[in-house]
T-cell receptor, first 115, second 111 residues
Framework: GAGVSQSPSNKVTEKGKDVELRCDPI?????LYWYRQSLGQGLEFLIY????????KSGLPSDRFSAERTGGSVSTLTIQRTQQEDSAVYLC?????????????FGPGTRLTVT | SQKIEQNSEALNIQEGKTATLTCNYT??????LQWYRQDPGRGPVFLLL?????KEKRKERLKVTFDTTLKQSLFHITASQPADSATYLC??????????FGTGTRLKVLA
């Protein structure tokens, strides 16, 4: 079946603009993660959605970042008033929670460049 | 604070040899440890999971060990091939959905 998809694959924006990044998880996966990966850095946890539960937003770096997940499927990560330090690859992952080991299936990522 | 360390220097090995990558952690009691492979421009791909009460896990040419006393996991690729060249990430969780990822080690297998 189809894997996790993300769009756009690349996004170049000017400082101060808002951007929206989209994630389509694997059908049937109830858990969805957003991560940020900067050059030479590990994956930085941003936010976690599980079913209809309140999301874990503890990793969002500032109030300029927000995310939503509609209908338990597609998720959108929004960054308002982008800054140059927001430049990174944003990765989405979904999980079926089988065995509660949280094996994650990642999308290809969106490379965001803020000029 | 919790910390995961993977060798940031690239590991170059000759084709056919065994590659061994290390993941060390501090101030953490992981219940599960995962290894992922990441190719340039792509998202990580899950390879193996090992539980805290397991010493070793194998899958084809891959072997993972987990030593909770040494706070270390070793990831081995036997009979390595150039196609194994990639960055390998380890990730730990105390048992919840929240995994902490290492920065990864880049492996290059030379033909």
């Amino acid at each position: 079946g189809a894997g996790v998809s993300q769009s756009p694959s690349n996004k170049v924006t000017e400082k101060g603009k808002d951007v929206e990044l989209r994630c389509d998880p694997i059908s049937g996966h109830t858990a969805l993660y957003w991560y940020r990966q900067s050059l030479g850095q590990g994956l930085e946890f941003l936010i976690y959605f599980q079913g209809n539960s309140a999301p874990d937003k503890s990793g969002l770096p500032s109030d300029r970042f927000s995310a939503e997940r509609t209908g338990g499927s597609v998720s959108t990560l929004t960054i308002q008033r982008t800054q140059q330090e927001d430049s990174a690859v944003y990765l989405c992952a979904s999980s079926s929670l089988a065995g509660l080991t949280y094996e994650q299936y990642f999308g290809p990522g969106t490379r965001l460049t803020v000029t | 604070s919790q910390k995961i360390e993977q060798n940031s220097e690239a590991l170059n090995i000759q084709e056919g040899k065994t590659a061994t990558l290390t993941c060390n952690y501090t101030n953490y009691s992981p219940a599960y440890l995962q290894w992922y492979r990441q190719d340039p421009g792509r998202g990580p791909v899950f390879l193996l999971l090992i539980r805290e009460n397991e010493k070793e896990k194998r899958k084809e040419r891959l072997k993972v060990t987990f030593d909770t006393t040494l706070k270390q996991s070793l990831f081995h690729i036997t009979a390595s091939q150039p196609a194994d060249s990639a960055t390998y990430l380890c990730a730990l969780t105390s048992g919840t959905y929240k995994y902490i990822f290492g920065t990864g080690t880049r492996l290059k297998v030379l033909a």
